[in-house]
Each structure stands twice: as C-alpha cells, then as structure tokens.
C-alpha cells in the first residue's frame, strides 16, 4: 500500500480533518500508545472529540494516537 499524498508528510492523524479524511477515505489507521506500536487498527467507523470507532473498538483520543498505516509497519 503507497501512502496516501494527503498524509505524506504527516502519517499522524492529528486534528478533525484528519480523521475525518482518513474515515471518509477508507485509509487504514494503526494506534499507539506512548510511542508503542497498540493495535493493527483498521478503518475507521466513526470518531468524535474524545474517541475513535476502529473495526468494533473504541479508543480515546487522550490516550491513544492515530497513524496512517503504511505498507512496512515494521519500523515501529
């Protein structure tokens, strides 16, 4: 999977139009948690201010981030 052009420069989901892109557009997401890989994520469902929707899971925005999955995730 190539990067999406939109997140190039910034795989980090970080601001409402980000997120929103990101669902709208399907792009797989994976999540972190103090810097360490969490969980291989997926697309997401549905978000608001304080939490993220991904494949029946829900996490908060305060405690997790939210980076665009690339096609190598091994460099964690």
Do not use: C
């Amino acid at each position: 999977m190539k990067m999406n052009p939109m997140f190039a420069s910034n795989p980090w989901l970080v601001n409402q139009a980000d997120f929103d892109n990101a669902m709208f557009l399907e792009i797989p997401v994976t999540v972190w948690r103090d810097n360490r890989y969490i969980d291989y994520g997926g697309i997401i469902i549905k978000h608001n201010d304080d939490a993220v929707w991904i494949a029946g899971d829900y996490f908060l925005k305060k405690e997790f981030r939210f980076k665009i999955r690339s096609a190598d995730i091994s460099n964690r």
